[in-house]
Structures are given as structure tokens and as C-alpha cells.
């Protein structure tokens, strides 16, 4: 379990730049790998309002309908 709540977002954050980053290089594959390790990061950060819409935003970064 995650008990720093200040190193898991960052992370998670961090996953994400990272999957936009190579999505922009077009490399999709590695754009998905980042996406969906961000989301198994924010699917266990405590149940906290600063956290909650993190899986949310990576599963829509996921099925490709982003919204920056």
C-alpha cells in the first residue's frame, strides 16, 4: 500500500507527462505502457479529494479521448 501520499502523485503526474510525451514522439506503444502504470499508481492512492480523478483522467488517456 502506498502510505506517502506526496510520492505517489508526483509519480503518477510524472506518468502521465511521460505518456504525452511519447504519444507527441508517436510511439503509442510506450504512450500506453506509461497511461497504464499511471493508472495502477492511481488506482490505489487513498481515498482523498486531491487524488480522486486521477484514475478517471488516465483511463480516458487510455481509450484516447483526452481532454487537456
Known amino acids: 500500500p502506498l502510505k506517502e501520499p506526496g510520492g ?4 503518477s503526474i510524472s506518468l502521465d507527462n511521460v505518456g ?7 510511439d503509442w506503444g ?3 505502457a506509461a497511461f497504464e502504470e499511471g493508472l495502477e499508481i492511481a488506482r490505489r492512492l487513498p ?3 486531491d487524488y480522486r ?11 484516447g479521448r483526452e481532454s487537456d
Open 47 to 49: 481515498k482523498h479529494p
Open 30 to 32: 510506450a504512450a500506453r
Open 20 to 26: 504525452h510525451t511519447d504519444r507527441a514522439l508517436g
Open 53 to 63: 480523478d486521477l484514475p478517471a483522467r488516465f483511463e480516458q488517456r487510455l481509450r
Open 8 to 11: 505517489a502523485p508526483p509519480l
